[in-house]
């Protein structure tokens, strides 16, 4: 009489949840900390000492990682980041494996533009799904001002490469910058809507690596809306509000049009009670928050050896200890040590 094989015990999938009730399945993934722009409210003109080429995760790594969590720990959506992540040289083909897990995610990215005018219809085919843009002004010496670079007609043409691959939706991310662009906001909207491509102004936040930051040259949500409606009637519609959930824009409707505007008021107006990020930067740390002090390490284990049940407990436990808010508006705060190129948006 033959003995009955033992019936297998299958790995219950975990969730990503802290103390506070707020499940991760939103997972920001850093492919770079390297940039080719020097914007003056990321990185100092000389740039920043990049990551050893040895500590940045390999696609295979990346890729591990990402599988772990979307088949383990409910990830429904992956961003890939940078630095700039079309530095990435084989972005395309990371973009197609990500697509092909089960479930499948919705792969998204987070980009300034420079050189998506050739790899859009690339990215597409992939299984890209939607695309931020950032962009903060339309005149080329602003561009050149903010960024340290004349590539402003890079980007223009990237916009136009993907509303052209049927990336949707297109969103441009947009930071004013008190003296400099901050008179550009009723141009860059209708610049916008002309587009077809929803426009997100974001208030500028303590990740610059100069720790140059100040509250009082921040311009606020309140003044950017304030500007906005010199120009045009903003509405902000029941339905928008009610559906806004975990996202970080508070939309507005262009009264008289089809069109919305984001406002993201990460400093004065926080949505922390609503998040459901986490962060894997290029190194492979976790990140609960953009500005956490402190990290968890998958890199080390998973070069050691660790199987994909450890790695996804020590995500758990990892995500398990977020705190309750960014804490920008607590008298002790600090800015974390990398800064936003180092850790992703």
Same mark, same amino acid.
């Given at each position: 009489?033959?003995?009955?094989?033992?019936?297998?015990?299958?790995?219950?999938?975990?969730?990503?949840?802290?103390?506070?009730?707020?499940?991760?399945?939103?997972?920001?993934?850093?492919?770079?900390?390297?940039?080719?722009?020097?914007?003056?409210?990321?990185?100092?003109?000389?740039?920043?000492? =990049?990551?050893?080429?040895?500590?940045?995760?390999?696609?295979?790594?990346?890729?591990?990682?990402?599988?772990?969590?979307?088949?383990?720990?409910?990830?429904?959506?992956?961003?890939?980041?940078?630095?700039?992540?079309?530095?990435?040289?084989?972005?395309?083909?990371?973009? /197609?494996?990500?697509?092909?897990?089960?479930?499948?995610?919705?792969?998204?990215?987070?980009?300034?533009?420079?050189?998506?005018?050739?790899?859009?219809?690339?990215?597409?085919?992939?299984?890209?799904?939607?695309?931020?843009?950032?962009?903060?002004?339309?005149?080329?010496?602003?561009?050149?001002?903010?960024?340290?670079?004349?590539?402003?007609?890079?980007?223009?043409?990237?916009?136009?490469?993907?509303?052209?691959?049927?990336?949707?939706?297109?969103?441009?991310?947009?930071?004013?910058?008190?003296?400099?662009?901050?008179?550009?906001?009723?141009?860059?909207?209708? =610049?916008?809507?002309?587009?077809?491509?929803?426009?997100? *102004?974001?208030?500028?936040?303590?990740?610059?690596?100069?720790?140059?930051?100040?509250?009082?040259?921040?311009?606020? /949500?309140?003044?950017?809306?304030?500007?906005?409606?010199?120009?045009?009637?903003?509405?902000?519609?029941?339905?928008? /509000?009610?559906?806004?959930?975990?996202?970080?824009?508070?939309? *507005?409707?262009?009264?008289?049009?089809?069109?919305?505007?984001?406002?993201?008021?990460?400093?004065?107006?926080?949505?922390?009670?609503?998040?459901?990020?986490?962060?894997?930067? /290029?190194?492979?740390?976790?990140?609960?928050?953009?500005?956490?002090?402190?990290?968890?390490?998958?890199?080390?284990?998973?070069?050691?050896?660790?199987?994909?049940?450890?790695?996804?407990?020590?995500?758990?436990?990892?995500?398990?200890?977020?705190?309750?808010?960014?804490?920008?508006?607590?008298?002790? *705060?600090?800015?974390?040590?990398?800064?936003?190129?180092?850790?992703?948006?």
């Amino acid at each position: 009489m033959s003995t009955p094989l033992p019936t297998p015990r299958l790995r219950t999938t975990q969730v990503l949840s802290d103390a506070y009730g707020r499940v991760a399945t939103d997972l920001r993934v850093s492919l770079t900390d390297r940039c080719n722009l020097r914007c003056t409210y990321c990185m100092p003109a000389e740039g920043l000492e =990049w990551l050893p080429g040895d500590e940045v995760l390999t696609d295979q790594e990346i890729t591990r990682l990402i599988r772990v969590g979307v088949e383990r720990l409910g990830i429904t959506t992956v961003r890939l980041t940078g630095g700039e992540p079309l530095l990435r040289k084989n972005l395309e083909q990371l973009v /197609a494996d990500i697509n092909s897990l089960v479930p499948r995610p919705t792969v998204a990215l987070t980009t300034n533009g420079i050189g998506l005018a050739a790899r859009a219809q690339r990215l597409a085919d992939a299984g890209l799904s939607r695309i931020n843009i950032s962009l903060d002004t339309l005149n080329a010496d602003t561009f050149a001002q903010l960024t340290r670079r004349r590539r402003l007609s890079d980007v223009l043409a990237g916009v136009t490469a993907a509303r052209a691959a049927g990336l949707q939706p297109v969103k441009i991310n947009t930071v004013l910058m008190r003296g400099l662009n901050d008179h550009e906001a009723a141009d860059l909207l209708r =610049w916008a809507m002309a587009e077809n491509v929803q426009l997100r *102004f974001i208030e500028q936040m303590p990740l610059d690596a100069q720790h140059a930051w100040q509250r009082t040259e921040m311009v606020t /949500a309140a003044e950017i809306r304030a500007a906005l409606e010199q120009h045009v009637v903003l509405t902000e519609d029941p339905e928008d /509000a009610a559906s806004r959930g975990s996202a970080p824009a508070e939309l *507005f409707r262009v009264a008289g049009t089809g069109h919305r505007v984001g406002i993201i008021a990460a400093v004065s107006k926080p949505f922390c009670g609503a998040c459901d990020r986490v962060r894997l930067t /290029a190194d492979g740390q976790i990140r609960n928050c953009l500005f956490a002090r402190s990290e968890s390490d998958l890199r080390t284990p998973m070069r050691s050896g660790a199987s994909d049940d450890e790695l996804a407990d020590l995500w758990v436990a990892a995500v398990a200890s977020k705190q309750p808010g960014h804490g920008i508006n607590d008298p002790s *705060f600090l800015q974390p040590d990398r800064p936003m190129s180092a850790i992703g948006g």
